[in-house]
């Protein structure tokens, strides 16, 4: 076996829906229904269901939280900004992961990872509460060496790292941004495992951009959302899933075809 391609486990989807609940939202009323996709999406190879509860309620409700909790088999991955309020929301669901994520009601999506070098003593505090009540924690970062560092201080079970800036360098044809932005990525899910930290990736992927991540062996889940539910409109959500379903197994197969020869 080669040392530079360890064996990698089975790579989970986790699909997240909140832009279902968007285009539902747009003109009111509970169509299409976010609980419905999430039904559809684990049919079509989904291994968890993600939802960002936003403080603005922008797209995601808590209704839909309430149901995707008594409704689905898959595990719930709830998105939420580091609130009292979404602390209580948390604690009250009791979903199997929540993944902490900065929030600003001027973006029009998480535009970045969350500062966890900068946030200390109080993200210890949050976090331990919701262990406490057997939720893991997963905090939504930058792939950077010092926030890794700070995550495991902080307590986290799990680290996003934010693929963003790799997939936009990728998609504007930027080929020596987006290398290195993969071996940015690369190294960072090496320095994870090796920390302890179940390592997780997502943000902006796409059927183009999704095998260099997939490849790497450290990674055990992908969330993937906005791109899945656009390209749905024109190839339907089932088919749409299985192709990104798809893609990740050959992607995961090749690097363990490497890493065994």
Known sequence: ?????????????????????????????????????????????????????????????????????????????????????????????RPNACCIVPESRQELTTEGGLDAVSMGDRLSAYNAQLKNAGIRVSLFIDPDITQIEASTSVGADIVELHTGPYCEAALEGDKAKSTSEIERLAECARAASAAGLEVHAGHGLTFDTVDAVAAMPEIVELNIGHFLIGEAIYGGLHSTIGRMRALMNNARADANGRASA
């Open 1 to 93: 076996m080669s040392a530079n391609y360890p064996k990698a486990p089975y790579l989970r989807l986790g699909v997240n829906i909140d832009h279902v609940a968007t285009i539902r939202n747009a003109r009111g009323g509970g169509h299409p229904d976010p609980v419905r996709a999430a039904h559809l999406a684990a049919e079509a190879g989904a291994d968890g269901i993600t939802a960002h509860l936003r403080e603005d309620r922008r797209h995601i409700s808590d209704e839909d939280i309430a149901r995707l909790m008594s409704e689905i088999e898959q595990p719930l991955n709830l998105e939420m900004a580091m609130t009292d309020e979404m602390l209580q929301i948390a604690l009250n669901h």
